[in-house]
């Protein structure tokens, strides 16, 4: 084989299409776009959603309910269970539970809820507590701190 012999793969060099010119093109006349009509025209683009006029299906549905979760205060939350794996007698707040990697971020504040056991004595320092969770750590002689 020599340079002169060397071709490129088939079907890898095409002529590029000349969209409305007759004489053997086979896209003359109507240019492959049909007979008429709004995808005929120049910028007849049919945007997304478009119902052919009838009232689109996202203004046919109702709007309803109201959202806060753009304003909504959101908490750090941990679970009763997650105080077992302290000591007796630890005072427990947002900077513990961080160092230990627990949470992540403190966000607005701490908040206990009441999911899980627990057997030590722990006092808990936190912006709110659910009332589950607060009948679980009084119960075993814990102290409860609302900031």
Sequence with gaps: MEMQELKPAYGSKTTRRRIGRGIGSGLGKTAGKGHKGQKARTGGKIRRGFEG???PLYRRIPKRGFNNKVFAT????INVSDLEKFENDTVVN???LMNEGIIRNEKAGLKVLGNGNLTKKVTVEAKKVSNSAREKIEACGGKIEVK
């Design 74 to 77: 959101e908490y750090a939350i």
């Design 53 to 55: 006029g009838q009232t």
């Design 94 to 96: 947002i900077e513990l």
